[in-house]
């Protein structure tokens, strides 16, 4: 449960006074039985060759687990975390929904870290991410779930991508990303920024600190934990839409996922998430398998971040009745 104290508390939102709305983040329903439009994909070698070497390199990293020093599992574990971070509390929660705000100190930190998780810059995160919401499984949602679990895990980064989900992301307002001094000084220095922190200081600091060996912190420490963290995340994209319940609505595909909440640090509770995207936690259990809410309320408590929006518990149970899964209410009821 998160602290409680007049300063601290998330403020109540009802989904049509939130500021996901006003940034034109209604989703928009697609036909019933739509299917994606067949159209031959055009395959991106220079990505494919890229994925493969590094999925390759994470699985000869596996090798040189047992001969690690247990400081360099322990930093691994621990840039794990903060990569992550800068996608959950950073890109997804904080810039793509604006559902918290947070003092430039606290910009300042997630950026870096969504630098070190290499998934590109938040800008382009965020346009992307807006433009998945609003066009949830159509052929404008740039991981469209219908086409299959390895497209939306991770073949969508391996095509060019649909003309629609170009043309509906040039018409989406990003004008608040842009204004944002943080993100234009990421965005401009994103490369640099990439290779010092998600590659160069994960290798340098096991090896001058504890004397690991530069070849095994550069593949555990940097390659193993930044493939891991690419994959946590299109967990999200991919199984958090094929599988699990959906006890808010069952009329969308995203759904509770357990497995993806626990490696994505809390954001695989996604069918409250599409059902209200206003929400800071993102789900209705505080801190239960959620490291990235419990962030948050940690920086609010530090008088980082404040405004964090939250929808009121009796609507979420109104909702749950009216468009959830009746079947599961009825198990919980019994």
Request: glycine share 4%; proline share 6%.
């Amino acid at each position: 449960m998160a602290p409680k104290s007049s300063n601290t508390e998330p403020s109540p939102t009802l989904p049509e006074d939130d500021v996901t709305d006003t940034l034109g983040l209604l989703p928009i329903a697609p036909e019933h039985g739509q299917a994606p439009e067949k159209r031959p994909l055009q395959i991106v070698w220079k990505n494919v060759i890229l994925m493969s070497v590094l999925h390759v390199s994470a699985v000869a990293a596996c090798f040189m687990i047992p001969q690690a020093k247990w400081y360099t599992l322990i930093w691994t574990v621990f840039l794990y975390q903060l990569n992550a971070l800068g996608i959950t509390a950073g890109a997804h929660r904080l810039w793509s929904h604006r559902s918290y705000k947070a003092r430039l100190p606290l910009r300042i930190f997630l950026a870096v870290l969504n630098s070190m998780s290499f998934q590109n810059d938040v800008i382009e995160w965020a346009r992307d991410h807006r433009v998945h919401h609003k066009y949830s499984e159509t052929d404008a949602d740039p991981h469209n779930a219908k086409r299959g679990f390895f497209f939306s895990h991770v073949g969508w980064l391996l095509v060019r991508k649909h003309p629609e989900v170009k043309n509906k992301g040039k018409q989406l307002d990003i004008s608040d990303l842009l204004a944002d001094p943080v993100l234009r000084i990421q965005r401009k220095f994103y490369l640099p920024s990439v290779a010092l922190f998600c590659f160069i200081l994960p290798t340098i600091v096991p090896w001058y600190f504890w004397g690991e060996s530069l070849m095994t912190s550069y593949f555990i420490c940097a390659i193993f934990r930044y493939c891991i963290g690419l994959n946590a995340t299109w967990l999200v994209n991919s199984a958090a839409h094929l599988w699990g319940w959906r006890p808010y609505d069952v009329g969308i595909n995203p759904s509770e996922n357990y497995i993806v909440t626990l490696f994505a640090l809390g954001e695989g509770f996604h069918n409250y998430h599409h059902t209200f995207p206003q929400d800071y936690a993102t789900t209705e259990f505080g801190w239960l398998l959620n490291l990235s809410t419990f962030f948050i309320d940690a920086c609010a408590c530090l008088g980082l971040a404040y405004d964090r929006k939250a929808i009121p518990k009796h609507f979420v149970n109104s909702r749950r009745c009216k468009t959830g899964d009746r079947s599961e209410l009825a198990r919980k009821i019994k």
